[in-house]
């Protein structure tokens, strides 16, 4: 059973490790990478200790826009010239 449940916004990002984070009661931090989110996962972990947290986030706003925008343009149709 998760340790909590934390919303994305209230975690931290950190240029250092280039992940969320967040405090851990051991005091070290649980973490979360982008990466991590973009593949669907929740689960932000410390590093020390086994305690784990629930990240609640939308999907949506890490997932990568290009890939669904990722459609070949129509191809030009031939002009008759007369």
Do not use: H
């Amino acid at each position: 059973m998760s340790y909590d449940d934390v919303e994305i916004e209230d975690m931290e990002w950190s240029e250092e490790l280039q992940a969320f984070t967040y405090p851990c009661p051991c005091g070290d931090l649980f973490q979360i990478t982008k990466d991590e989110l973009r593949l669907g996962e929740e689960i932000a972990r410390c590093p020390s200790c086994s305690l784990y947290i629930t990240v609640i986030y939308n999907l949506e706003d890490f997932t990568d826009n290009k890939s669904k925008k990722n459609i070949e343009p129509p191809k030009p149709q031939p002009l008759a010239v007369a």
